[in-house]
């Protein structure tokens, strides 16, 4: 059985004594198979709870697959990269692609799992708001591949935020700063969580002072009282969860007079469209979007394959880098 706890054509292969492509055949194209061996596989099946996955029905019977990926907010410029590298992925293999707007809502995401499943073979999951416990069940029913978001025995496609968020404490630090505050995103969000994780411990290694705040709206109208509740903290240094919020914080600075960065630095992450077109631009972590929207569509279509020779990895991490801008400078002296 997978790790995911889903009975595999493997898993049938290996029990019935035979090689996964007359698992294969026995079930999807029976007058390839002798009755023997038919009847013989059919009931190992039926013991192992085995039921055809539909994503691997698909692609070997011809028959067009259909992707769907469900993405929390699909006005953020955040989500554009991931969107546009798993569609031309999807379209490469000649596999129908669907987009779906769950509204940062973890029970709307399950909801459209289950409204799609009865015409959708995969799920690409983005930033997933619902509870490891609830992903992990729907998978034992459902092919699902992660996009930022790790559970394990999932496959997943990670924009590396840890060495990213090293990055940007390396980069305050160097600038003098002794204190930092995190503006967190959605409590539900796995990435906010590995986020602050990260800079704290990095923090801790180079003697700067970290304060996390929030949970914030991760949009520009939760900058305002972001920037407020960091100001109030005394920090020198503000970190947002995402590019957005970090746009939101800046003009609200503006608005109180507040000099960036003379007097405060702004850092954000996901280098989104118009990051640099701020004022003052946003210093940000950069990482390829793209490719995790690809590779998440990849480790389906993968994972939907009989092919050995290439087995599907459970977990790609990709790398960031850190873009830096003029809304990060030295800390004033205090």
Not at 143 to 164: C, F, K, M, Q
Not at 249 to 259: D, H, N, Q
Request: glycine residues 8%.
């Amino acid at each position: 059985m997978s790790s995911s706890g889903r009975t595999t054509i493997y898993d049938v292969a290996r029990e019935a004594g035979v090689a996964a492509s007359t698992v294969s055949r026995a079930l999807s194209n029976p007058r390839r198979v002798n009755a023997v061996t038919r009847e013989h596989v059919l009931k190992v099946a039926e013991r192992l709870g085995y039921r055809p996955d539909p994503l691997a029905t698909a692609l070997q019977t011809g028959h067009k697959a259909t992707v769907a990926m469900l993405i929390p907010d699909i006005t953020n410029p955040h989500f554009f990269g991931a969107i546009r590298g798993a569609e031309r992925r999807a379209s490469e293999a000649d596999v129908t692609f669907i987009l779906s707007n769950t509204e940062e809502s973890a029970a709307n995401e399950e909801n459209q799992i289950d409204r799609l499943s009865r015409s959708v073979d995969g799920f690409v999951l983005a930033a997933s708001r619902m509870s490891d416990a609830t992903t992990a069940a729907l998978a034992r029913e459902h092919n699902l591949a992660l996009v930022n978001r790790e559970i394990d025995g999932l496959p997943s496609a990670v924009v590396d935020s840890g060495p990213g968020s090293r990055q940007i404490v390396e980069h305050l630090a160097s600038l003098k700063h002794r204190s930092l505050v995190y503006l967190s995103g959605p409590h539900q969000s796995w990435l906010a969580g590995q986020r602050w994780k990260a800079l704290r411990a990095a923090a801790e290694q180079h003697g700067v002072r970290a304060t996390r705040l929030g949970p914030f709206s991760p949009k520009v109208d939760g900058g305002g009282v972001a920037a407020d509740a960091a100001l109030v903290s005394g920090a020198t240094a503000f970190v947002a969860h995402n590019d957005l919020l970090a746009m939101g914080v800046l003009r609200r600075l503006a608005e109180r007079g507040v000099a960036v960065p003379d007097q405060v630095s702004v850092v954000g992450y996901d280098d989104i469209f118009g990051a640099d077109l701020c004022v003052p631009a946003l210093t940000t972590l950069s990482g390829p979007e793209d490719e995790a929207g690809r590779t998440a569509v990849e480790l389906l279509l993968r994972k939907g394959s009989l092919s050995t020779a290439h087995p599907a990895p459970q977990r790609v991490v990709l790398p960031v880098h850190l873009v830096i801008r003029d809304s990060t400078g030295p800390a004033p002296d205090r």
